[in-house]
């Protein structure tokens, strides 16, 4: 009996490309709102970890965990939070979170990165 394996490479694009549609299924449409709540920031100040939300009617969901594995990115736990962890200093965190994210969903569209609408909690 044999078993087909999956590289690790070709695993880690199933799971972005899971998430991504995942996140473009059930949570973001073109014009939505990102909120980026910081969770942490290191004593050296380059380093932030922060969580991402939406709000749909009266609900908030935390969809931290897609949008990382929609990046690329590792998701770490702070305080009981899910975070993605964000290195350096000089500019807004959270605005390049959620470029970032809107950058891998709407890719081959103009302006990709501006299709979502980001703010802090």
């Known amino acids: 009996m044999t078993t087909a394996t999956i590289s690790k490479k070709a695993q880690a694009q199933l799971d972005r490309d ?3 549609q995942h996140l473009l299924t059930h949570y973001l449409k073109e014009g939505a709102k990102v909120y980026t709540i ?3 920031v290191s004593a050296s100040g380059m380093s932030r970890d922060i969580s991402l939300v939406i709000a749909q009617g ?3 969901i935390d969809i931290t965990y897609y949008a990382a594995h929609a990046m690329g990115d590792k ?3 702070s305080k009981g939070h899910r975070v993605i962890k964000v290195n350096g200093a000089g500019m807004d965190m959270g605005f390049h979170l959620v470029y ?3 950058s891998v ?3 081959g ?3 990709a990165g501006y299709a979502l609408k980001q703010g802090w909690i």
Do not use: C, G, P, T
Request: hydrophobic share 40%; charged share 35%.
């Open 58 to 60: 009266d609900e908030i």
């Open 100 to 102: 970032n994210l809107s």
């Open 109 to 111: 569209q103009d302006r």
């Open 105 to 107: 969903l709407f890719a």
């Open 38 to 40: 910081l969770r942490h």
């Open 18 to 20: 899971y998430a991504k």
């Open 75 to 77: 998701v770490s736990e």
